[in-house]
């Protein structure tokens, strides 16, 4: 069975700090994606990551992939307060096109 | 606004009455699914529908039935529900022909509360 685990769970920061989120998973994937969820709505795609050593960026959000480790980080730079949200990553079997698990989820609160 | 469209937004439902959640996606994505989330926990696969046949089902109750009448629609027929499947229930799409690595892109869901 697939597991997949992220810390920390919660993370409260002040503006202007960076700080990263970790996303550690159990078995071979081949996709790995980060999402990010708004309290009382849907999930929003950040991130598809593909192979080994891969890095995306966008904005203050930086995602990287390591699949020898199998983890994958979240970097946050210079965090703002329109960042808050939880955000998960999401692992896909390898070989397996449609079957997503998802992290257990890091809360995100960026503190004035 | 998100390209994945679902109805209700709200649901409230009695343990013995029967209600559909609907899901319409025009992205021309051929795989669609059905996720629950719980709150203040990830999202977990219910169904996943691939060329509009049911291609994997989590060993979910069968109070849950869900159906995919064209490559656009998807819905998730809910009968004799306990308290407990109160839930947000989230239906995503993906995969355009030959882009089997693009995201699942989320519908707003349905908040689904079984009395």
């Known amino acids: 069975e697939l597991k997949v685990e992220q810390n920390p769970l919660f993370l409260s920061m002040q503006e202007g700090k960076n700080y990263t989120i970790y996303c550690n998973y159990s078995t071979t994937s081949d996709r790995l994606y980060w999402y990010r969820q708004d309290p009382g709505k849907s999930l929003e795609s950040l991130f598809v990551?593909?192979?080994?050593?891969a890095v995306k960026q966008e904005g203050r959000l930086m995602a990287s992939l390591d699949t020898k480790a199998r983890l994958s980080t979240l970097h946050i730079t210079a965090a703002v307060h329109d960042l808050s949200a939880t955000y998960f990553c999401?692992?896909?079997?390898?070989?397996?096109?449609?079957?997503?698990?998802f992290g257990t989820g890091t809360r995100l609160q960026v503190t004035l | 606004d998100t390209e994945v469209t679902q109805t209700p937004k709200h649901l409230v439902m009695g343990m013995t009455n029967k209600k559909s959640l609907k899901c319409e996606q025009h992205?021309?994505?051929?795989?669609m699914y059905w996720y629950k989330q719980k709150a203040k926990k990830p999202p977990e696969l219910m169904f996943v529908y691939s060329y509009e046949k049911l291609s994997i089902n989590e060993s979910v109750p069968s109070r849950f039935s869900p159906e995919c009448p064209n490559s656009s629609l998807l819905n998730l027929h809910l009968h004799a529900l306990q308290p407990e499947d109160s839930a947000l229930y989230l239906c995503a799409s993906s995969g355009k022909a030959r882009d089997k690595n693009s995201p699942l892109h989320f519908g707003n869901g349905t908040r689904l509360t079984v009395t």
């Open positions: 990551l593909l192979s080994n050593g």
């Open positions: 992205m021309g994505h051929r795989a």
């Open positions: 999401a692992v896909a079997y390898a070989g397996t096109a449609s079957k997503l698990t």
